[in-house]
């Protein structure tokens, strides 16, 4: 089966930047599309940012201008820029996608990497 893996999360300072990955377990054709969820302690998930198999990106007002997200066709990997970071930027950020896999697409989550942004 395959699977997303998400790395790259970490402790930061305020201002710090970061920059998650997001790579299929095991080789795959493409990537339809991918997106970046985040959920904080007690606040309900929240779509952060989505990439297109064509590269349309699209950003949550919150996030915009600061983040950045991006794919290497080649590596098969979506990446998720995070600059400027804020406290309130802390959570479990998770990516979510449909890869083409043996000839058919299939829908993933990751496992979620964590972000902590200190004051």
């Known amino acids: 089966q395959v699977q997303l893996v998400e790395s790259g999360g970490g402790l930061v300072q305020a201002g710090g930047s970061l920059r998650l990955s997001c790579a299929a377990s095991t080789n795959i054709f493409g990537i339809n599309y991918m997106e970046w969820y985040r959920q904080a302690p007690g606040k309900q998930r929240e779509l952060v940012a989505n990439?297109?198999?064509?590269?349309?990106?699209n950003y949550a007002d919150s996030v915009k201008g600061r983040f950045t997200i991006s794919k290497d066709n080649v590596k098969n990997t979506v990446y998720l820029q995070m600059n400027s970071l804020k406290p309130e930027d802390t959570a479990v950020y998770s990516c979510a996608g449909s890869l083409v896999w043996r000839g058919t697409s299939v829908l993933r989550w990751g496992q979620g990497t964590e972000v902590t942004v200190s004051s």
């Open positions: 990439i297109t198999e064509r590269g349309r990106k």
